[in-house]
């Protein structure tokens, strides 16, 4: 087993857990409808064994209760600073008992408990954190920050001068909202200031912590910070700085991040591979080099860095080393990179794989086939994708769907039915077999299997047939989602006799989703109906369909909407704003670069990014993403561009 998989595997079991680092979960357990009290006694009295497997079997148990549990917060608060390490596979939730899982405590576990307690847990965690002397003021700190109650936010902002580095590393990291899975919100953009002063801690964790609360944040001010840090003497930091800059397309970085690919530390090495591009020329070489890097994840992120390269020098190397590697997640990107890179030389390197290579390889090699287009890959797709019990079959179905070969038609409707796949498989049908896929593809529409009623829209969808839109405007009144949304945005794409006013009748009554699809459909038909339909969902109470619409209004084309979409540009929805400024840059119009400067200072990264994007469309400058230069830019030129 490779070193990547194994890790995969322990990923897959602490994403199943609360945060592995010492947090908690993520999302609460609800209380058992069964009566607990009974339980928590006995938990209880597990809770002072001289055995810390049964303490921590007790606070894992106690966890599980939830709110229910609330009796027991005085014991568990007792536990806060015991860290006697027992293996990780005493949690119930390791059945399987892999052994490089990472050790627990009763620590640990309780602050858990704590967090899935709730609000319950609030006040004794803040008095317990007032306490110098209380040895587990630092578990309790993370605990406090997982409960989501307005109570805590002061307690976590005083603590960020506490003396102890380990509880002020743990306010930065509860005020962040790190480690707490990826569907977690970003922290508040308020913080920001908070987060750049705590940057420059004396303590690394503390410093770490916040740089990852900023990345969070994606806050524009934080890019001096980030730049900074590349040098810092501690390598967590370094790394974090690091990873940072993925967000910001700053040419500054790019020679100290080049540097970072000598560290002595292997994680800064991966963390510069991972952010540099191959688009700029200057990244180039050194990627390449990075592919030789002892570390799998060096030279794996240097692999999907270099599926940007535009200069041709990658192919080579890419291939050399994909022969070589014995890292499957490597070999992968390096698979992925040749697709992304499209030159047909990698072909017969790749078709030799595919079927020998270990699942998560083979993965790679599908995709990069696809990508490519490979006619001498359909064979051997079909073969995955007809194989019941064959990992890849998903991807097997999309790059048979990017090829559009006519032998994958039949293969292809045979495996339709197979709820696991049928998205995939469906809308592979309709790019392979257009039209003749239509008559396939319809029955589902009256499936019970919600999920395959879903996938014959989509692909009838991708069919580009207009034989497709008579069941397309029945599926559009659905009520279930999946099948009328996708519905609205095939008639978009179809148009055809009765699609307009079908979708025009979706945008006044469906659901925020469908009648957002409908509206941005109607846009991409350039119907020009729908311009007053779409300038008033810029004020709907769905932000999905206020997205829709700013969309739409870009497809539409029609310059009338400037103005309302540079009003949307300077409200307070950030993503709302960096929509504008993607629909303002389409638009064209000179009306729209003083507000768009304006928005360059962000404060989201996203929001810089688009609104430079849209000014570098307009003006033709590329002069970069910072604020300070395009202002002095529109200082100089607006009387001309305003005169125009």
């Given at each position: 087993?490779?070193?990547?998989?194994?890790?995969?595997?322990?990923?897959?079991?602490?994403?199943?857990?609360?945060?592995?680092?010492?947090?908690?979960?993520?999302?609460?357990?609800?209380?058992?409808?069964?009566?607990?009290?009974?339980?928590?006694?006995?938990?209880?009295?597990?809770?002072?064994?001289?055995?810390?497997?049964?303490?921590?079997?007790?606070?894992?148990?106690?966890?599980?209760?939830?709110?229910?549990?609330?009796?027991?917060?005085?014991?568990?608060?007792?536990?806060?600073?015991?860290?006697?390490?027992?293996?990780?596979?005493?949690?119930?939730?390791?059945?399987?008992?892999?052994?490089?899982?990472?050790?627990?405590?009763?620590?640990?576990?309780?602050?858990?408990?704590?967090?899935?307690?709730?609000?319950?847990?609030?006040?004794?965690?803040?008095?317990?954190?007032?306490?110098?002397?209380?040895?587990?003021?630092?578990?309790?700190?993370?605990?406090?920050?997982?409960?989501?109650?307005?109570?805590?936010?002061?307690?976590?902002?005083?603590?960020?001068?506490?003396?102890?580095?380990?509880?002020?590393?743990?306010?930065?990291?509860?005020?962040?909202?790190?480690?707490?899975?990826?569907?977690?919100?970003?922290?508040?953009?308020?913080?920001?200031?908070?987060?750049?002063?705590?940057?420059?801690?004396?303590?690394?964790?503390?410093?770490?912590?916040?740089?990852?609360?900023?990345?969070?944040?994606?806050?524009?001010?934080?890019?001096?910070?980030?730049?900074?840090?590349?040098?810092?003497?501690?390598?967590?930091?370094?790394?974090?700085?690091?990873?940072?800059?993925?967000?910001?397309?700053?040419?500054?970085?790019?020679?100290?991040?080049?540097?970072?690919?000598?560290?002595?530390?292997?994680?800064?090495?991966?963390?510069?591979?991972?952010?540099?591009?191959?688009?700029?020329?200057?990244?180039?070489?050194?990627?390449?080099?990075?592919?030789?890097?002892?570390?799998?994840?060096?030279?794996?992120?240097?692999?999907?860095?270099?599926?940007?390269?535009?200069?041709?020098?990658?192919?080579?190397?890419?291939?050399?080393?994909?022969?070589?590697?014995?890292?499957?997640?490597?070999?992968?990107?390096?698979?992925?990179?040749?697709?992304?890179?499209?030159?047909?030389?990698?072909?017969?390197?790749?078709?030799?794989?595919?079927?020998?290579?270990?699942?998560?390889?083979?993965?790679?090699?599908?995709?990069?086939?696809?990508?490519?287009?490979?006619?001498?890959?359909?064979?051997?797709?079909?073969?995955?994708?007809?194989?019941?019990?064959?990992?890849?079959?998903?991807?097997?179905?999309?790059?048979?769907g990017e090829i559009r070969d006519p032998r994958a038609f039949a293969p292809l409707v045979k495996t339709l039915r197979?709820?696991?796949?049928?998205?995939?498989?469906?809308?592979?049908?309709?790019?392979?077999?257009?039209?003749?896929?239509?008559?396939?593809?319809?029955?589902?529409?009256?499936?019970?299997?919600?999920?395959?009623?879903?996938?014959?829209?989509?692909?009838?969808?991708?069919?580009r047939s207009r034989n497709a839109v008579p069941s397309l405007i029945t599926a559009l009144k659905s009520r279930d989602?999946?099948?009328?949304?996708?519905?609205?945005?095939?008639?978009?794409?179809?148009?055809?006799?009765?699609?307009?006013?079908?979708?025009?009748?979706?945008?006044?009554?469906?659901?925020?989703?469908?009648?957002?699809?409908?509206?941005?459909?109607?846009?991409?038909?350039?119907?020009?109906?729908?311009?007053?339909?779409?300038?008033?969902?810029?004020?709907?109470?769905?932000?999905?369909?206020?997205?829709?619409?700013?969309?739409?209004?870009?497809?539409?084309?029609?310059?009338?909407?400037?103005?309302?979409?540079?009003?949307?540009?300077?409200?307070?929805?950030?993503?709302?704003?960096?929509?504008?400024?993607?629909?303002?840059?389409?638009?064209?119009?000179?009306?729209?670069?003083?507000?768009?400067v304006a928005a360059v200072p962000g404060p989201s990264v996203d929001l810089n990014a688009n609104a430079v994007d849209?000014?570098?469309?307009?003006?033709?400058?590329?002069?970069?993403?910072?604020?300070?230069?395009?202002?002095?830019?529109?200082?100089?030129?607006?009387?001309?561009?305003?005169?125009?």
């Amino acid at each position: 087993m490779s070193q990547r998989i194994a890790s995969l595997m322990l990923i897959a079991i602490l994403i199943s857990l609360p945060a592995a680092w010492g947090g908690s979960a993520d999302v609460r357990p609800a209380p058992n409808p069964a009566p607990v009290q009974s339980k928590v006694k006995t938990q209880l009295a597990h809770l002072s064994s001289p055995d810390p497997v049964e303490r921590v079997k007790a606070c894992w148990k106690l966890y599980r209760l939830g709110e229910a549990a609330a009796p027991a917060v005085p014991a568990l608060i007792s536990l806060l600073g015991d860290e006697t390490e027992v293996p990780g596979n005493t949690i119930p939730a390791d059945p399987q008992g892999y052994p490089d899982t990472p050790p627990v405590t009763p620590a640990q576990i309780a602050a858990w408990a704590l967090s899935s307690i709730g609000k319950a847990a609030v006040n004794p965690l803040t008095a317990v954190l007032r306490d110098p002397e209380f040895r587990g003021r630092a578990r309790a700190m993370l605990a406090l920050g997982a409960i989501d109650d307005p109570r805590t936010r002061e307690t976590l902002l005083a603590s960020l001068k506490d003396a102890d580095p380990k509880v002020r590393a743990n306010a930065v990291a509860s005020l962040g909202k790190i480690h707490r899975g990826r569907a977690a919100p970003p922290p508040s953009r308020e913080l920001a200031p908070v987060m750049v002063t705590m940057a420059s801690d004396a303590d690394a964790e503390v410093r770490t912590n916040a740089l990852a609360a900023l990345s969070r944040m994606r806050d524009v001010r934080a890019m001096p910070v980030f730049l900074a840090h590349l040098t810092d003497p501690e390598a967590p930091v370094r790394a974090e700085a690091a990873r940072g800059l993925a967000f910001w397309d700053e040419p500054r970085a790019v020679p100290l991040l080049i540097g970072l690919l000598q560290d002595q530390d292997a994680e800064v090495r991966a963390a510069a591979a991972w952010t540099l591009s191959a688009e700029d020329p200057r990244a180039v070489e050194a990627l390449i080099a990075a592919l030789s890097d002892p570390s799998w994840q060096v030279r794996a992120n240097a692999a999907t860095s270099l599926g940007a390269d535009r200069t041709g020098r990658a192919v080579d190397p890419l291939l050399a080393h994909f022969e070589e590697e014995t890292d499957t997640t490597t070999a992968s990107n390096i698979a992925r990179a040749l697709g992304r890179l499209g030159d047909r030389r990698a072909i017969p390197t790749l078709l030799e794989a595919l079927g020998k290579e270990q699942s998560f390889t083979e993965w790679g090699v599908i995709i990069a086939l696809g990508l490519l287009r490979a006619k001498k890959a359909v064979t051997p797709l079909i073969r995955i994708l007809g194989s019941r019990s064959g990992n890849n079959r998903r991807e097997a179905a999309e790059a048979l769907g990017e090829i559009r070969d006519p032998r994958a038609f039949a293969p292809l409707v045979k495996t339709l039915r197979d709820p696991e796949i049928a998205d995939a498989v469906a809308e592979a049908l309709g790019r392979v077999g257009g039209e003749k896929a239509v008559p396939k593809l319809v029955p589902l529409l009256r499936s019970p299997n919600p999920d395959l009623r879903a996938a014959a829209a989509l692909g009838l969808r991708y069919s580009r047939s207009r034989n497709a839109v008579p069941s397309l405007i029945t599926a559009l009144k659905s009520r279930d989602e999946g099948v009328s949304g996708w519905a609205a945005l095939g008639l978009g794409e179809i148009g055809g006799p009765g699609a307009v006013e079908a979708l025009l009748t979706a945008a006044r009554k469906q659901t925020p989703y469908v009648r957002g699809a409908a509206l941005y459909a109607l846009g991409e038909l350039k119907e020009k109906r729908a311009y007053p339909l779409l300038i008033a969902a810029l004020q709907d109470r769905s932000s999905e369909v206020q997205y829709r619409a700013i969309t739409g209004l870009a497809a539409l084309g029609d310059r009338r909407a400037v103005e309302p979409l540079i009003g949307m540009l300077r409200g307070k929805d950030d993503n709302l704003r960096m929509d504008s400024a993607g629909a303002l840059g389409e638009l064209g119009d000179p009306r729209a670069i003083g507000p768009l400067v304006a928005a360059v200072p962000g404060p989201s990264v996203d929001l810089n990014a688009n609104a430079v994007d849209a000014l570098n469309k307009l003006t033709h400058q590329h002069l970069g993403q910072d604020p300070a230069v395009w202002q002095q830019w529109w200082d100089a030129n607006k009387g001309r561009v305003e005169a125009r």
